[in-house]
């Protein structure tokens, strides 16, 4: 069946350093991408999306590619802030509506 | 809109009680959905409705555990009786179409804890 697996965290930065979190899926079809945040305490958030190859989805310094030939969906931000720490989860919903979350990185960024 | 809503945000009870969790949808959605999020398991897919109705119900874990839409505004997910293993944070969530392109919204959770 479809699966998403993400780097394992957690991740601890420094502020303005660069961050990757790595998301590979498999799936049947063609699905969309999608990373959620979630922060302490809280529900998730709907970060950024992808609905088709090559896309690139985009938010709040965040960006990831939807690239179908390595199935990756990596998520990168060019100088994280200490209020960007949280888990974030990668996903992807079928054909038939079902999302299918990675396991979640925790990021911790130290000023 | 108010976004997703869920009551209540925590609930705290013993081994064997009945336990409801609620959940209003965004308005005008179609598709509500329940997941279970636990550390060791992650963020599971219980149960969907379309349009009030049950559509995919395998990831209920067991008897114990029921869902319902009345109407378009409302659902219940229940557990009946409560056991410690259930205690999880449980998200609702709502989405206009089944379409692969179309966002889930995510209520706040329901931190439960069975003692």
């Known amino acids: 069946g479809d699966s998403v697996t993400q780097m394992e965290g957690p991740v601890t930065l420094s502020e303005e350093a660069f961050l990757t979190i790595n998301c590979t899926y498999t799936?049947?079809?063609?699905?969309?991408l999608f990373w959620y945040v979630q922060y302490p305490g809280e529900g998730l958030q709907l970060l950024l999306k992808?609905?088709?190859?090559?896309d690139k989805g985009s938010n709040k310094g965040f960006e990831a590619t939807y690239r179908k030939e390595t199935t990756s969906f990596h998520l990168e931000k060019g100088s994280v802030q200490v209020s960007d720490s949280a888990v974030y989860f990668c996903?992807?919903?079928?054909?038939?509506?079902?999302?299918?979350f990675g396991q979640g990185t925790e990021l911790s960024v130290k000023p | 809109d108010a976004g997703v809503i869920q009551s209540p945000r925590h609930e705290v009870t013993e081994m064997g009680q009945e336990v409801t969790l609620r959940c209003k949808p965004i308005?005008?959605?179609?598709?509500l959905f329940w997941y279970r999020q636990t550390m060791m398991r992650g963020l599971e897919l219980l149960i969907y409705?379309?349009?009030?109705?049950?559509?995919?119900d395998s990831g209920m874990p067991e008897d114990r555990f029921s869902a319902k839409m009345p109407n378009a505004s409302f659902s219940t997910l229940k557990i009946q009786p409560s056991e410690p293993r259930d205690s999880a944070v449980y998200f609702c969530?709502?989405?206009?179409?089944?379409?692969?392109?179309?966002?889930?919204?995510f209520g706040p959770g329901t931190r439960l804890t069975v003692l």
């Open positions: 969530a709502s989405s206009f179409s089944r379409y692969s392109t179309d966002t889930q919204y």
């Open positions: 799936a049947t079809g063609y699905p969309s």
């Open positions: 992808a609905t088709k190859a090559d």
């Open positions: 996903a992807l919903r079928d054909q038939g509506g079902k999302l299918i």
């Open positions: 308005s005008g959605h179609d598709y």
């Open positions: 409705f379309n349009n009030n109705v049950p559509i995919d």
